[in-house]
């Protein structure tokens, strides 16, 4: 298996993906393609892999461009064709790789992973579904922001696509499939979201999946559901959310644990429960977004993602890929071809 | 002043609301009436208030029907014309009081609030506005899931109303105002929201709001914002998601400290820490979200408030009344009359 690696565009450098490569080639059955800086990359390597004992494991291939966090992602591809985004997605899409991690501007990647790598035939809409903590263990979000505006067909692939993520990537039996809307009766939500609510329901009685029916928010964190079906917008509230609350809790309870010698003592004696606590709740910990609906595996690494993130993400690019997604997709799914959209 | 109890159809009975009645007469300078089943409100009198000290300021008006939760909104005015609520909210038309608060039906209340009290003239639509916890103090959401789909208009109204109420009614310094987006960018979101965006850099810029631009989930929990205005929808996956959260992090919280010996004692040392915590992340515990936008201060208590939160939520129907919000907004809106629409 080779797993292309889009080095540059990230917060913290193309360092901390070589050194995610190294570790991957150390611990697993896999091969490496770095995209980015030439020169820098086999710096980096030799710094990493002093002795080359990887070197068989990881290539390079060179990109002169960088995509950074203020391009357009619209027209990226014509102002920068030989960004390392570009090129590690042109790379993805002509075979020489089986899936793709980047950490790079996340509209610039879904537009060119749409572009170049192509949707999956009949696939309205890729769609970022990031695995998300809850107090059950995890649950994949789809979609995350990948599209502010849905149609209930849209919603009924991500739900299809996010169950068998969760199945076969995650290894959830019978994942539980919600609908994030304003209030779980079937009334609730605006036209889109009651349309979605009854085709996911059919769906549901046809065994296709196991729908649950619509959730709210805060049924997501407390675990009611192992995928969680939203447009894009709301989604994207939702993830943000959880982020900023937990973000505001871990001060809290920094504060708590700060604030006197006695919260001190108390901090030291559930230091190593803290540390747990703290990574159930990080997603980020997690690994990345896989991009479900385009032909191959893309992850969407966090931006600021570092050496150990990257390797998980790698790790989940193994994953995707041996759930067999795509494929499985193409034969179950009929309607157009995507480049034709 | 008078404030209006809807004593009846909430979780936990009308025997909170008696008490919490009690509460504000021997607090506060005000009138209360108490709207329910007769009978049972003078026996919970009876036991409250032994001695009838408070009798003058507390009156009784019989309702001999209940709105429960599976009462249908639009149905149940005509179905249930002798309910609680529907009678409170006359009497509150009426001019028999200044405020109302109920902890039944949002949906219900919703739609009877704008059809007995109605709506201020020119404001398009009425929007529930929860005072929420943040990392800097507090935050207004407005709306929280009145109004699933908006237009950008009632977007604009929503940021006005929320931030005349945080300024007036809340004591909060030129609000800064952001639009609920999903990202902080211009461009981002749907039509209504970049439109939204749009009419609401306008009102800044004529000096109508301290308007801060797009924010995304994460900065309302973080304290970017005073006022966060939201569509419906993505106000109620916000509020919602911030619920679980918190629900999610006091069990985690609860869990480790329950652990182990050294964490039970660790817990023990920061107790009152943890207290004071749940009581700020706790946006129940604040008060009830007042329905604004009609003519007259309703606020909707949470469904399971106890006497503290109802007290609280008078406290807070009063500083409504002082902000003088109804009255500011009738005079500086023009526009056909809510009731035609």
Redesign the interface.
């Known amino acids: 298996m080779r797993i292309i690696l889009d080095t540059m565009g990230s917060d913290n450098g193309s360092y901390e993906f070589v050194k995610g490569a190294v570790l991957a080639a150390e611990d697993l059955d896999v091969d490496l393609v770095l995209v980015g800086n030439e020169k820098e990359l086999c710096a980096h390597l030799s710094k990493e892999d002093p002795q080359g004992k990887y070197r068989k494991n990881i290539s390079v291939i060179h990109a002169s461009e960088v995509v950074d966090m203020h391009d357009d992602p619209l027209k990226v591809m014509k102002e920068k064709p030989d960004s390392s985004m570009t090129v590690a997605l042109r790379t993805l899409s002509e075979g020489k790789g089986d899936a793709l991690v980047s950490a790079g501007n996340t509209g610039a990647l879904l537009t060119q992973a749409t572009l170049i790598v192509k949707r999956i035939r009949g696939i309205r809409r890729a769609a970022l579904a990031p695995v998300i903590p809850?107090?059950t263990g995890i649950a994949v979000l789809i979609d995350s922001?990948a599209n502010?505006?849905c149609t209930p067909e849209y919603l009924y692939q991500f739900a299809l696509m996010g169950s068998y993520y969760a199945e076969h990537a995650l290894g959830v039996k019978a994942p539980k499939v919600g609908l994030?809307n304003?209030?779980t009766e079937e009334h609730?939500?605006?036209e889109v979201?009651r349309e979605a609510n009854r085709i996911l329901t059919e769906a549901g009685q046809r065994g296709e999946i196991n729908y649950i029916g619509n959730i709210?928010?805060?049924?997501?964190?407390?675990?009611k559901a192992d995928v969680i079906v939203a447009d894009?917008?709301?989604g994207?509230?939702?993830?943000?959310?959880?982020?900023?609350?937990?973000?505001?809790?871990a001060?809290?309870?920094k504060n708590?644990?700060m604030?006197s010698f006695?919260?001190k003592?108390?901090?030291l004696?559930?230091k190593g429960?803290?540390a747990a606590?703290k990574k159930?709740?990080d997603y980020n910990d997690a690994g990345g977004a896989p991009l479900l609906g385009v032909k191959k595996p893309v992850i969407k690494a966090h931006g600021s993602s570092k050496a150990k993130s990257i390797y998980h993400c790698i790790i989940q690019a193994i994953d995707y890929i041996d759930s067999g997604m795509t494929i499985h997709l193409e034969r179950s799914l009929k309607g157009e071809n995507a480049a034709d959209e």
Do not use: C, Q, W
């Open positions: 809850s107090a922001g502010a505006e994030l304003n209030g609730k939500g605006d979201h709210e928010g805060r049924d997501g964190p407390l675990g894009g917008f709301s994207n509230v939702y993830l943000k959310t959880m982020e900023g609350v937990g973000m505001f809790f001060r809290e309870l708590m644990f604030a006695k919260g003592l108390a901090g004696m559930v429960d803290v606590f159930k709740i």
